[in-house]
């Protein structure tokens, strides 16, 4: 395969806090429509890699390559801009807003000061977001506001607000934590439709959830690489039983 | 005259000799403004940099450790006279007490439920220091006072026949080097300091692990404002005192702390003394006001490009 | 047509009449139970209060405190104080012959400048010999140095309390600038004997009816600028930024854009109160632009509520006011009393005056409606917004 065929290349990247280096050389390719699930104990630097990719830090070596853009020179808006999304491991979303607003919000229109000065809630604008509302089993719930939802809510809510603005590439920090059976259920759907379109770069902890929805899984310990691969094959790697699996 | 850089312009009048002789004595008049930057901001380093609380009544419990020194002199020179050589020493340990016990009170009454809201805590805080001048103007009078020092304070110390340096500027220098050193030593090596620094850090964690994180947090502000009030018993050896002393030297306290980098005692303890001898290096070749701005602006400038202070850590998030 | 007009203005109901009882306030009871003199002090107060205004947008909902709002309130003050004296000066230079020409070395210099043996009008004094461009300026010059300062801290997330602190160290360069250029800036006096504006007497009761109408219409006018802003998205991305700075950052805004937005316009607010200020009082002086005004400025906005513009007026208002009566009445004990009203209204009442009216205002009007049986009351009580 050739770099193109690649949303998402990193290569060396490493990033220490203070001699520790939380990410070690790790290099990492995500393939166009790809679900790309990373697991790893405890400390092994996946939220950190996330924030490296979406710009929160910024590494102390290696590249990162999305669909041409090097984003470890380029600002946290600009990445988005470009078409990366992020979602996080505790749900981020404004508390103070309703469901419609915290969507409208996410809206990629009126991103200068002039333009959400002038922003108008037009017909494009609420078709999408009762479009996106309805995806994300939200649409009876479009008045009340962000912070009675239940905590799987806010997690799909927060998933609406990357859709929202048609990204290339998400990456979700968790995206089941804290979800019943059957949000999980629900949620692996919702995951399933969304990477047609676009590629997934996913944190995840519970296997059996990873081994429904990953096409790719990479293993991370201690900040560097361990295994990559399909699931079967990771499942029947002597290295990943012994740092991960196995316990 | 002109083509020259202005700053290289205040140089030309003066020889290679000269120049060196003015940047020694200049020097010397440095130290003693940074032991003064620096026993005013350790307190705050404690009650801003570590609790991150806003205190703009700072300045009054400096001034209420001076009132307290100034107080003491005046009833050892009336009764008993023969002590006066000695009696500073427990001034500084009274005015100590008196700013301590004024701290543990407004954290109780106060600041102790401002913890969620930093900013508020000035505005509390602000509205504490009008309460307290005013009291100090009441009790006091609005004129100023002065502390009657003992013989060995007074006078200058000479090496050589170049060089004298003021007995009292030396104190303040030897006081600030002590007042810092137990504060490491407390913040740092001490069980105490320990539950101090993990109360900031996480303070759920260090309820749920055992410790009394109120307590923690009224004797931490309360020590910051005794730290305070020594720095006031300290400065009556080289001023005296108005109601509203302390407030001239509240924004040059902030500035040192937040320079230094919020949290590092360190940080504070490098932040004063560069600024002092900028200060007043600069303070020879131009007017006092205007070195004043041009070490300001240096400050903003800095702050800009680094805004988490001098010394600060790389930290995972 | 009407209602459609005010629900875009203020959002809802009772905002609008919030907003309607301040402007008949202002407009119609002051006038009619003060004399000049009182009103003039309004109309002092009133220029302060646009210092408020502006924090309400940029603390209030953009969460940045600052501690140097006395600075931009000076600029306008300055620039308007600057236009105002080369005109007193011109005039003095036609009146030749008085003893105070003779007095004067230079003609048509400012009295101050000619004490400080400058010979020659400034270049930075230039602009001001225009009204049109003064006027130009004292919307401009704020807005610039609160773009610089906006640039170089947002850009760089410098924030919250170090935010505070370095608009309070730029309050005092400014200070120290202002008293030590004196041949510039009139020194620790200021700029004073302020007389004519374009010709026309400030001094006179007719003047000053005028310039108080003119402040309460642009106070007014502020609060209306202010309220369509809040209400447009930028509005809701200001209180978004300020609670979740790093969501709004990872929805692919520019946060800091927003912050150097609403900044510059809260400086650009508090340097027309300060133009106005000069046209109302006559003078200008460092005094008024230092550290401690600044602080009181803040003071107005939490004591009105930090998130009423309406409430920042009134918050203006009660404070001068209350400064004012009880250091004449209490001059002993009245710092005490302010003191304590802002240790109490800090902890008990963070909303400020305007929470205290949301919160009890309703059981009043409840109470009120029980007490009285006509159906008139019962009518107003709903319009007023209690269902």
Redesign the interface.
Known sequence: MTLKDFVLSIEGLTVSFDGFKAVNDVSLYVEQGALHVVIGPNGAGKTTLLDLI?G?TRPTAGSINFLGHELTQM???KI??AGV??K?QTP??????TVF?NL???F?R????FG????KRDKAVMERVHDIADMIFLKDQLDTLGEVLSHGQKQWLEIG?LLI?DPELLLLDEPVAGMSVDERQQTGDLLNKICKERSVLIIEHDMNFVREIAHRVTVLHQGAVLAEGSMEHIETNEKVIEVYLGH | MSGTLFFLDIFKDYSSDELSSIFVMQGFSGISLFSVFLLMALGLAII?GQM?V?N?AHGEFLTAGAYTTVLLSDLVTKYIPAALPYYFFIAIMMAFFVAFILGYIVEKL?VS??YE????T???T??????M???FR?IFGAREDSATMPEWLMGSWSPTESISIPINGLFLLLMSILMTTIVLLLMYRSRWGLRVRATVQNREMSTAVGINSKKVDRWTFALGCGLAGIAGAAFTTIGSVSPSAGSLYI?DT??VV?FGG?GSIIGTILSAFGIAQAQSILEFFL?G??A??FV??A??GI???R?QGIVANKVRQ | MNTLLNNKLTGNKDQTVSFLILAAVLFVFFPLIFDIFRLNMVAKYLSLSFAAVGLVLCWGYGGI?SLGQGVFWGLGGYAMAAFLKLEAAANIAKEAGSDQIKALSTIGLPDFMDWNQITELPYIWYPFKSFPITMVMILVLPGIVAYIIGV??FK???S???F???T???C??ME??F??RQGWTGGINGITDLRTCLGWDIRTDSAQYILYFLTVALVLGMIIVGKL?LQ???G??L??TR??E??V???????A??KI?IFCLSGVISSIGGAMFALNVGFMSPKLVT?EPS?YM??FC?FGGRLSLVGAVYGTLIVCFGRTFFSELFP??W??L??????L???VF?RGVAGIVEDYGPRLLALFRKRSAGAEDLRIVKQAGVS
């Open positions: 979406c929160k600002p946290e808006q988005v801009q999304g992020r996080f981020s979303i404004y508390p103070a807003l607003e409208e919000i996410s990629p009126g991103r200068s000061v959400a000065l002038t922003f607000m603005a | 801003f991150k806003i703009m106060i439920y401002l809201r930093p900013l508020d000035l505005l509390a602000w509205g504490v220091s009008m309460v001048q005013q009291s009441l924004v902030f500035i937040v919020a007017t006001v205007l004043k701005v300001l602006l400050i903003v702050l800009m490009i805004p | 405190l170089a801290m760089r997330r410098v919250g309390v170090y505070a602190i370095i309070q160290a730029l005092w360069i120290i600038l008293v030590t802003i447009s998205k930028l809701r991305l209180v978004a609670d979740m790093n969501r950052r990872f929805s692919g805004y520019d946060a854009d927003f937005f550290i602080i803040v003071i939490a002993e004990s710092m005490f302010m003191g304590t009203t802002f240790v209204i800090t902890m963070p």
